[in-house]
T-cell receptor, first 113, second 113 residues
Framework: AQTVTQSQPEMSVQEAETVTLSCTYD???????LFWYKQPPSRQMILVIR??????QNATENRFSVNFQKAAKSFSLKISDSQLGDAAMYFC??????????FGQGTTLQVKP | EADIYQTPRYLVIGTGKKITLECSQT?????MYWYQQDPGMELHLIHY???????EKGDLSSESTVSRIRTEHFPLTLESARPSHTSQYLC????????????FGPGTRLTVL
């Protein structure tokens, strides 16, 4: 069975600094996608970034980028130039061709002004 | 912003009552999902649907039931609410292709007294 593990329940970063959130996963499949979702307090969950397993190049979306290490089954999220609006719970998620998402435990990110 | 709606946003109800949580999406997605999320915790899939008249149970056992009579509508029903059902319920939808992102609704926070 596939699993997703986020080992950092809470993280803190100073505004304008860079922070990295960790995620590891386990799967025997070769074709899959990985996602980072953001869930602000009392607000809708939104997709931050996604990575196709067959692509070697790391995905980037503005201030958000990932470090995808397929052999190590690691998928970390780097947030550059952190902003107060980045404060949220971040979930790493995995999906294969079933379309079902498997979520990690989440990391609560605090951004200090 | 994703066009997926959930009502009510908040519901406080007594034990034994029957409740229906509504979820609608206007994107024409075939796949729809229900997740259960306790505060500050990960999401667990409780139901999903691949299309009209298709419903499946998710990874987390739930006493709730779902129906999919129309593509855009995926209601969740609890016949007799109990305090153990207190949680947040998130609805999501996606295209048929297994690797497409899921779009989430704002959630319904249910409290059963």
């Amino acid at each position: 069975a596939q699993t997703v593990t986020q080992s950092q329940p809470e993280m803190s970063v100073q505004e304008a600094e860079t922070v990295t959130l960790s995620c590891t996963y386990d799967t025997s499949e070769s074709d899959y996608y990985l996602f980072w979702y953001k869930q602000p307090p009392s607000r809708q969950m939104i997709l931050v970034i996604r990575q196709e397993a067959y692509k070697q190049q790391n995905a980037t979306e503005n201030r958000f980028s990932v470090n995808f290490q397929k052999a190590a089954k690691s998928f970390s999220l780097k947030i550059s130039d952190s902003q107060l609006g980045d404060a949220a719970m971040y979930f790493c998620a995995y999906t294969s061709n079933t379309g079902k998402l498997i979520f990690g435990q989440g990391t609560t990110l605090q951004v200090k002004p | 912003e994703a066009d997926i709606y959930q009502t009510p946003r908040y519901l406080v109800i007594g034990t034994g009552k029957k409740i229906t949580l509504e979820c609608s999406q206007t994107m024409g997605h075939d796949k729809m999902y229900w997740y259960q999320q306790d505060p500050g915790m990960e999401l667990h899939l409780i139901h999903y649907s691949y299309g009209v008249n298709s419903t499946e149970k998710g990874d987390l056992s739930s006493e709730s039931t779902v129906s999919r009579i129309r593509t855009e509508h995926f209601p969740l029903t609890l016949e007799s609410a109990r305090p153990s059902h207190t949680s947040q319920y998130l609805c999501a939808s996606s295209w048929t292709s297994g690797f497409n992102e899921q779009f989430f609704g704002p959630g319904t926070r249910l409290t059963v007294l």
